[in-house]
């Protein structure tokens, strides 16, 4: 007899020879510029129940680009697995043609002259469509949005992820979890979700006082599909209050909390679910870890570190589906459910090619309508880059590098830090920098940019610490942003190494002399998560340097050296 | 990640300390055990330690243990400067033999549960919390 885990190898094998999943078809497609939207959205409907997956939009309601990381290094068992293989490699493993429009959509090689070959991603009326196409083939599908939603743009922020909800609700989804939406406060977060027309999920959402679930964010919610019974479980970012300002949500407490997982797993089993899905938002790594220490997950729906893979990663019996961030990617995964349980899959990750996608005319003027009251101020042009900004990738950015520069030259300081955050879209050379497109990269509800003196000791401790966040080896001690972006300052770092002997040969720049652990140096920054932060907001910050600048120009980064790698 | 000039001391300190706690707090931590076993043999079956991987608050960390058959549960913060933080005993008419506490840790460390059985057996479980600055996330 055949067993379970061989029919999911075999899913994996047919997605991955036969381009079951369309990957390998459209590159070649693409590259022969024949790319359509019939090919894009191909999909041979497969078993009877399917998954719409889509998770850290950031608030990007209209077609960005997005180049993906160069680089995006695993540590301990994840040294070179996926999702830490990039560019050639990447292409090489999924074979990915070169030129084609899979490298665009996947890798970050020639990105600027692909960008102009096959133009913006993303865009909710695009995503729209594509879920109406598969609703049309599977009527009853559930649509699972990751979280990340309700954060990271113009709009975003003055209504406070408003725009969002009427956009999200017009793609009417079934459930959602959550990171960044609680930036918004906990009084914001409790008033949007007490109307929320699907369900909030949290098993590790708890209350800080009695350390109890909440009533709020229920731990699952089952579904009837296509005759089956399917278990919806969310996970929360397990570490808000740690990479985000827990003053803002001091009512919640979170936590990987997979002892309970497993609880959820088994009672959702014992109430005749015959499919667990687990909607996370922990990250890729600290997923696989999960996956293999929780039994009786059939899938994963992995958010949070803003990966795209063209196909699932098996742990022992669990899938786990990554589905990018930005709007740029949705994942449709198929499931034979069959005896009470999953017996197969189909997956295609689709990327949402903007000029290929119709958009859907009423969600397009549902965003249009959110965007009206603001259209003057988010289209006014800042400036213009000379080069490609990016954020993506383990330690700097040029979008940072811009940052960083702005911050220690309007705020008259010898260092500056900017988050390690993996959201913010990318400007192409030539392109006019407009005021959306500083709020794509900054905008946040404790964006004020502080001005400090620490010391090198100090320095040195901060940079330790985000980097045992992003290098520790045991994936449920990482949060899942980047190493913190420095401007001013080089550094060496041996990923390898344990906290406290990461980094050394910290330098100042401008006199190419050592930190000084003793001596006190001022640094300007922003994001700080400490309550009572005082100074402009970065976007602020951000726009006079770029209006002084008029053209800007990142020269390459090399400040810091990389080693383990 | 702003810090006033005291927090940022206090941490600086925290930093300075915690590199030369290891071997003094180990040594005190490994004397409460040894008054706790009598140097007995502890198996790594038995005891449940549910503590998070990293402290949303290091001044308040939710930390539980169960041992079914326990008589006694140690409780000991490897990393501070006082290892120890609760001995919990049960008679013969507790229901259950689990505890939950709330501790403060002076920084990432060992949180280690030792229970001693009805029979004189002892079992461990450690887990490490992570105290972190935070920021930067996501």
Redesign the interface.
């Known amino acids: 007899m055949i067993s379970r885990r061989d029919f999911l190898q075999v899913s994996m094998a047919a997605s991955a020879l036969y381009g079951a999943s369309g990957f390998g078809n459209w590159g070649r497609l693409a590259a022969q510029q024949k790319l359509t939207q019939d090919e894009l959205l191909q999909f041979d409907t497969f078993g009877n129940v399917s998954l719409i997956h889509i998770t850290d939009i950031h608030a990007q309601l209209k077609p960005i680009y997005f180049r993906e990381p160069e680089i995006n290094l695993g540590v301990g068992d994840a040294r070179g697995q996926v999702p830490h293989v990039t560019g050639a490699d990447f292409r090489k493993l999924y074979g990915v043609n070169d030129g084609s429009a899979s490298q665009y959509a996947l890798t970050y090689n020639d990105f600027t002259s692909l960008a102009q070959t096959y133009g913006r991603v993303g865009g909710l009326d695009r995503v729209a469509t594509v879920i109406n196409a598969i609703r049309a083939d599977r009527p009853d599908a559930i649509l699972l949005d990751g979280g990340?939603t309700w954060h990271g743009s113009y709009t975003c922020y003055k209504t406070e992820g408003q725009d969002m909800v009427n956009v999200m609700n017009a793609l009417n989804p079934d459930a959602m979890t959550f990171?960044?939406e609680f930036t918004l406060g906990s009084e914001r977060v409790q008033e949007i979700v007490e109307n929320l027309p699907f369900a909030a999920l949290g098993q590790n959402i708890f209350d800080?006082e009695w350390?109890e679930p909440t009533e709020l964010f229920p731990p699952y919610k089952m579904f009837e599909r296509g005759g089956s019974k399917i278990a919806v479980i969310g996970q929360a970012?397990?570490?808000m209050?740690?990479?985000?300002p827990?003053w803002m949500f001091p009512e919640y407490?979170?936590?990987?909390r997979d002892?309970r997982m497993q609880e959820m797993v088994d009672e959702v089993r014992a109430l005749g679910a015959e499919v667990v899905v687990v909607l996370s938002h922990n990250g890729f790594d600290v997923d696989k870890k999960m996956a293999g220490k929780v039994t009786g997950i059939d899938v994963i729906l992995s958010g949070?570190t803003h990966d795209a893979l063209p196909e699932p990663v098996l742990v022992g019996e669990t899938i786990i589906v990554a589905s990018g961030s930005n709007g740029k990617f949705v994942s449709r995964v198929d499931l034979d459910v069959r005896d009470g349980r999953m017996m197969g899959f189909k997956h295609k990750l689709i990327p949402i090619f903007s000029d290929v996608i119709e958009p859907d005319a009423q969600v397009a003027a549902l965003i249009d309508e959110q965007r009206a009251p603001y259209l003057s101020e988010l289209t006014e042009v800042i400036g213009k880059s000379d080069s490609l900004l990016y954020r993506r990738g383990n330690f700097n950015g040029t979008w940072d590098d811009l940052i960083c520069d702005a911050l220690i030259q309007e705020r008259d300081a010898d260092i500056s830090?900017s988050?390690?955050?993996?959201?913010g879209p990318s400007i192409l050379p030539g392109q006019d920098i407009t005021r959306e497109d500083i709020f794509n990269v900054t905008s946040m509800s404790y964006g004020k940019a502080?001005r400090?003196?620490?010391?090198g000791?100090?320095i040195h401790?901060?940079m330790e610490?985000?980097a045992?966040?992003l290098f520790?080896t045991?994936p449920?001690?990482q949060?899942?942003?980047d190493m913190?972006r420095v401007g001013g300052m080089g550094y060496r770092i041996d990923i390898t190494k344990p906290?406290?002997s990461r980094i050394s040969e910290m330098t100042l720049l401008k006199t190419g002399e050592l930190i000084d652990p003793a001596k006190t140096y001022v640094v300007a920054?922003w994001?700080?998560?400490?309550e009572g932060?005082e100074g402009p907001q970065i976007w602020d910050v951000v726009e006079s340097h770029i209006r002084k600048q008029g053209t800007v120009s990142v020269a390459p980064n090399n400040s810091v050296t990389v080693v383990g790698a | 990640?702003?810090?006033s000039?005291r927090?940022?001391l206090a941490?600086?300190l925290g930093?300075?300390a915690l590199?030369m706690l290891p071997m003094r707090v180990m040594a005190a931590a490994d004397d409460a055990i040894a008054a706790f076993t009598g140097g007995a043999d502890m198996s790594d079956a038995g005891v449940t330690l549910?503590a998070?991987?990293?402290?949303?608050?290091g001044n308040t960390v939710?930390v539980s243990v169960s041992a079914p058959g326990a008589v006694s549960i140690l409780v000991l913060a490897a990393g501070n400067p006082t290892p120890g933080v609760a001995q919990f005993n049960f008679g013969e008419a507790s229901g259950e033999q689990s505890a939950?506490t709330r501790i403060r840790l002076a920084g990432?460390q060992d949180v280690i549960a030792i229970a001693k059985m009805a029979d004189g057996s002892f079992a461990k479980a450690s887990s490490?919390v992570?105290v972190?600055?935070?920021?930067?996330?996501?």
Request: hydrophobic residues 30%.
């Open positions: 990340d990171h960044w800080a350390d970012f397990p570490y209050p740690i990479a985000n827990g407490s979170f936590g990987i002892e949070h830090m988050p390690g955050v993996r959201w502080y400090s003196e620490m010391t000791e100090f401790v901060i610490d985000v045992d966040n520790n045991d449920y001690y949060q899942g942003g913190v906290q406290g920054g994001a700080s998560v400490n932060t | 990640m702003e810090f000039r927090e940022t941490l600086g930093a300075a590199t549910d998070p991987e990293i402290a949303e608050n939710p939950s990432t490490t992570k972190t600055i935070g920021g930067c996330g996501g």
